[in-house]
Each structure stands twice: as structure tokens, then as C-alpha cells.
């Protein structure tokens, strides 16, 4: 029975700290971000295992991990609350070039996320050649290029 | 932009309780930073010659020291003396006895205490009163939620300490 506590407990405080924590936490993809959750994935192994390193022990723990994860998105299917709660909402950042910068920095996201965004999935130079730029759910951000000659 | 379902009301609440969030976290650290192995947490109690130092809160499987002294005592200068020592055995069902300091010459079995016996020195000379002496449990958290300590001299004082253990 402990085993399953250990898995809930651990579950929903990382779910709520990630949240806290911000998108860009878990979409950065510096080398310190990268190394930052693999030191988070050992401080985790002690406190789900204790001292019980059976066989028995992992399969329960990873069964209730999995099990709670569809759990929540069987959940999230039907209450598009809790789905807007766990996950956050899309935001739109650059608009025909323009960007939004209340909302850069409260997404604590500068032009130059958003430029290497640009230039990483579409190739464009310059800010006005974005018609939006959108931070998405999960921290990413996705590109909508302007169409040539202006309009769209 | 055509179906995109952007919430602004919604983005902004979430900042403000992520804000919040920061806080809590920070107000976490610094508890951790101040508790724990900290000044704040460990205490003692008393009755009369007996002192014991504790920590008031302590995590769960984490070591955890306490420390009895007892004030002084008149030697009958013919030989080692002894000290005896009870401790509820309910509270320490709770925790994982590591190792005593110094190692007890004996412990009796009560129906609801155990009785450590120590030998004390009494290098100082016939009849005279030895200082305070010290003895150390080097305890690991077994059980989470309140650990009610009950402690005592066999026939004299007895102290009382609550320990809260977080999971």
C-alpha cells in the first residue's frame, strides 16, 4: 500500500511544482536544463522506492505511475477544466510581426526565443516575417510565416 | 487567429498562482534551510537532573540523535557506578536504535519500557560527585506522524518530548 502512496504522492507534487514552475522549465533545452532533470530524476528514485528494492516493488510503482497518467488524461477528456488546469492554454506571442510584450514577460520569453524559433522551424529571418508566433501548451513555440506579398 | 484556444483571463490567473507558487517554494527552502538539522529545531526538556536534547521535527528514515545528560551524581567511591536509564517502548518502536554512546552494559526488558545500564566512572576520587555524564541514541525514523518520547531515571525524574516526523 505504501508503494502506491509513495507513487500518487510523488506524481501529484511534480505535476503541481512543473506547473509552478513554468512551460519554458520543461522546453528548454539548454545543456543545464537537460542535466537539471536527470539530477530531478534521482532525488525521486529514493523517495519512490525507500528501502524496498524488490522486483515487485518497481512493477507496482511503475504500474501506478502509467495508471495514474492515463487516469489523468481519461479525466482531462472530460472535464476540459482540469485540462485547461494541468495544462495551461495556448498564448499568442508576435502578431504580423508585432510582438506582444506584456505577454513576453509574464511567458518570461525574450525575442530571441522567438527568432530562434522562427529560424529553427520555418527558416525565417526577421520578426516581421512571422504572422503569429505562439507559445504552445507544452512550452514550445510554433511559427505561422507570413504569406509573400503581405495579407493571410 | 481561427480556432486557437487562447484564454487571456485564464493566462493571467495562471501567472498570478505560479507567483504565488514561487512564494510557497521559497517559503519552503527557508523553513527546510532553518528546521532540519537546524538551531531552530532542537531543544530540550528537563526534570531536574535529567536533560534531553531533541529535534522537534525530523523526516522519516533520516538519523536523528538524542542526547540524555544527567547532572550530577554522588558516587559511593568504592567502584564504577551505574546509570540506569528507561525509555518508553512505544516511542522507540518508532525509530531504528543505531548506535548508543556510550555502548550500555545491559537493557532490561519492561512490559512498557526499556532500561539501558550504563557503567559511569567514577575516576575522580572517593565520595566526590561526578560531573554530568552523557549518553547518546543514534535513532532512524521508522514511522511518520507524532513520536511521543517518554524517558526517565528509574525511581526518580522522567521527561517528556513530542517529536513530529514528516513522511
Known amino acids: ?152 | 487567429m481561427q480556432q486557437l484556444e487562447q484564454d487571456l483571463p485564464f493566462q493571467r490567473r495562471e501567472w498570478r498562482a505560479q507567483r504565488v507558487g514561487w512564494l510557497l517554494m521559497a517559503a519552503v527552502v527557508a523553513a527546510a534551510l532553518f528546521g532540519g538539522a537546524g538551531p531552530l529545531t532542537t531543544t530540550t526538556a528537563e526534570a531536574g537532573s535529567l536533560h534531553v536534547e531533541y529535534r522537534r521535527f525530523d523526516r522519516f528514515k533520516a538519523p536523528t540523535p538524542l542526547r540524555f545528560r544527567v547532572g550530577g551524581r554522588a558516587t559511593s567511591g568504592t567502584g564504577p557506578d551505574t546509570l540506569r536509564l528507561w525509555i518508553d517502548r512505544d516511542y522507540l518502536g518508532r525509530f531504528q536504535v543505531g548506535g548508543v554512546l556510550p555502548t550500555p552494559d545491559g537493557v532490561e526488558v519492561g512490559p512498557d519500557r526499556l532500561t539501558y545500564s550504563f557503567v559511569v566512572s567514577n575516576a575522580v576520587g572517593p565520595a566526590e560527585a561526578t560531573g554530568p555524564v552523557e549518553v547518546t541514541f543514534h535513532l532512524t525514523a521508522e514511522a511518520f506522524g507524532v513520536a511521543r518520547g517518554r524517558a526517565g531515571l528509574p525511581g526518580g525524574e522522567a521527561v517528556a518530548f513530542d517529536q513530529l516526523i514528516y513522511p
Open chain 1, 1 to 152: 500500500m505504501d508503494a502506491v502512496l509513495r507513487a500518487v504522492a510523488i506524481y501529484t507534487f511534480l505535476l503541481v511544482v512543473f506547473r509552478i514552475a513554468g512551460k519554458r522549465t520543461l522546453a528548454d533545452v539548454t545543456t543545464f536544463d537537460f542535466v537539471l532533470l536527470l539530477i530531478i530524476a534521482e532525488t525521486t528514485q529514493q523517495g519512490l522506492l525507500g528501502n524496498d528494492f524488490s522486483v515487485t516493488n518497481s512493477f507496482l510503482l511503475i504500474t501506478t505511475l502509467i495508471g495514474l497518467d492515463v487516469g489523468l488524461s481519461l479525466l482531462k477528456g472530460r472535464l476540459p477544466r482540469l485540462a485547461k488546469a494541468t495544462e495551461g492554454v495556448p498564448l499568442v506571442l508576435v502578431e504580423d510581426g508585432e510582438p506582444f510584450e506584456d505577454r513576453l514577460r509574464g511567458a518570461r520569453i525574450d525575442e530571441g526565443d522567438v527568432l530562434e524559433a522562427a529560424r529553427r522551424l520555418q527558416g525565417l529571418e526577421r520578426l516581421d516575417q512571422i504572422k503569429y508566433a505562439v507559445l504552445e501548451r507544452d512550452g514550445g513555440i510554433s511559427i505561422v510565416p507570413a504569406r509573400p506579398g503581405g495579407g493571410g
